[in-house]
Structure formats: C-alpha cells, structure tokens
C-alpha cells in the first residue's frame, strides 16, 4: 500500500461476508442471522453522488480496512449496517 509499513500484527481483509450476530437499537435493514456481504469503501451518504446512487464518486468517500484500519478476516468483525448487503 504504497509506503505503509506493517509494524504490528495486521489482520488482513478487505472483501468479505458473514452472518449479522447482532444490530443496533436504530438498526432497521438487518438482523440476527442474517448473510451480508460487506462493503469496504464508505461514502457520506449525503452529498448529490451519494443521493443519486453513484457513492463511488463522493469526495469524502473513505477506504475501509487500508492502512491503520483492521481488515476484516477475523473472527468477529463490526461494520455500519449502511454498507452491509443482504
């Protein structure tokens, strides 16, 4: 990842699934049980590219398990139920 160093043990991942263990009080869109895949990459879900379906364009879209982010091939991962697809 260009410069990054890896000084530390790193858990790797960056395109994963699994089954939802448990939700949020405001979580609507999933529950328990549930087989999600899950997206890396996160957008603000409020500028006009992410309104209109194009969050691969917003500007302030961040990249999910990169660099100091833990990936995501561990035992138990938690992850924004916006990015999580059944």
């Known amino acids: 990842m260009g410069e990054f160093e890896v000084k530390d043990p790193f858990v790797m991942g960056h395109e994963s699934s699994g089954t939802v263990l448990e939700c949020g009080a405001n979580v609507t869109s999933l529950k328990p049980g549930d087989r999600v895949a899950i997206a890396p990459n996160m957008s603000c879900l409020r500028c006009e590219f992410c309104v209109t379906g194009h969050w691969n364009l ?17 035992q138990y991962y938690r992850h924004p139920a916006d990015y999580c697809y059944k």
């Open 58 to 74: 917003c500007k302030l879209i961040t990249k999910g398990f990169m660099a100091s982010d833990k990936g995501s091939l561990c």
